[in-house]
């Protein structure tokens, strides 16, 4: 059984394409909700990390702590 839980927060930042035969109100409105577009990963950055203990006798944050950015390069394109 794990002793301990640890909980990683990173921050994403991507592109989406739309191909559209139309641009209407309705069309941009309903952009949002659309699984047909292709993604492009800019940029994904580790904000922070917490370890917490899972032991019932300890339960404080063992460490909480700011992890410095980090960006990776790695573009790529998919389809959602």
Do not use: Q, W
């Not at 641009?23 to 952009?31: A, G, H, S, V, W």
């Not at 047909?36 to 990390?49: A, H, I, S």
């Not at 917490?52 to 460490?63: A, T, W, Y």
């Amino acid at each position: 059984m794990a002793k301990y839980l640890v909980e990683t927060y990173y921050t994403c930042t991507f592109k989406v394409n739309h191909f559209l035969d139309d641009i209407n109100e309705t069309e941009l409105k309903n952009l949002e909700k659309r699984d047909d577009g292709k993604f492009e990963v800019l940029d994904v950055k580790l904000d922070n990390r917490k370890t917490k203990s899972l032991d019932p006798n300890n339960k404080k944050i063992v460490e909480n702590k700011k992890i410095d950015v980090v960006t990776a390069n790695n573009k790529s394109t998919s389809k959602i």
